[in-house]
């Protein structure tokens, strides 16, 4: 009898056991899926972000890309607590980048003050990333992708150099200088040089600093916006951005 009440006491227990390794694997995977949904959802706000300059309602159009990443970011920031490293790692990352994307969108439509309100609310995390995260992973559609330091770098000299402009807009152009030179390791295309180098100058000019950093920035302005392709050109002058000219 007592044979008997052992045996099914242990397959009871191999039956919670297995019912629990299932609960956790489930919720492993769901993390993962949520993970992933909310990647794609940023990609495709990331596609709007770039193209909201040319929208008639563009106001209207960066207010719903706003509200759509809030939604998007309240499943971060559950994900943020996962007992998971690598997902609660890579959805601050992410939770960083939605933030950076609509701050970056309030600032090409020229709603400054916005734009300003959330790019302070980020260095805390964009300093918070070095090299011992990375790689970062995650599943999106079935596939597995990674994301290196290197991409993040990339990330992170767009936000010095758009951060440097929000800074400059409001006048703060001493910090806004700062951000310029913590850019110049990481500018990797010429668009990036050419925004980069005209907020500098643009700074230099409001402070009446005319000198040898100056001159530096300015002959770096016009050799990246001479080595623009005709079309990063066409822009320049369709939306009035800064030329050559100032520099």
Not at 6 to 21: I, P, S
Not at 44 to 56: E, I, Q, T
Not at 124 to 137: K, T
Request: net charge neutral; with cysteine.
């Amino acid at each position: 009898m007592t044979s008997n009440i052992n045996h099914r006491t242990v397959l009871r227990g191999l039956c919670l056991v297995g019912l629990l390794c299932t609960s956790i694997l489930s919720y492993s995977q769901s993390e993962a899926t949520m993970l992933g949904e909310v990647v794609a959802t940023y990609n495709r706000l990331k596609v709007d972000v770039d193209n909201v300059r040319s929208k008639p309602n563009k106001n209207e159009v960066m207010d719903s890309i706003h509200d759509v990443s809030e939604t998007a970011m309240e499943r971060l920031r559950i994900l943020k607590l996962s007992t998971d490293a690598g997902i609660a790692t890579t959805a601050r990352y992410f939770y960083m980048n939605f933030k950076f994307n609509y701050a970056f969108g309030y600032l090409t439509i020229g709603k400054f003050d916005l734009a300003h309100q959330y790019f302070t609310e980020l260095p805390e995390d964009m300093n918070y990333f070095d090299a011992s995260q990375f790689p970062l992973r995650y599943t999106m559609d079935g596939v597995n992708y990674v994301i290196n330091y290197d991409n993040f770098s990339q990330i992170r000299g767009q936000f010095y150099v758009a951060f440097a402009e929000s800074l400059i807009v409001k006048n703060q152009n001493t910090a806004g200088l700062e951000y310029v030179r913590k850019a110049m390791p990481l500018l990797n295309t010429n668009w990036l040089k050419y925004a980069c180098y005209y907020n500098a100058i643009n700074a230099k000019e409001k402070l009446n600093q005319y000198d040898s950093e100056c001159i530096q920035f300015c002959s770096l302005h016009m050799n990246a916006y001479y080595n623009l392709s005709k079309e990063s050109i066409d822009t320049i002058l369709a939306y009035n951005f800064g030329t050559y000219r100032l520099a």
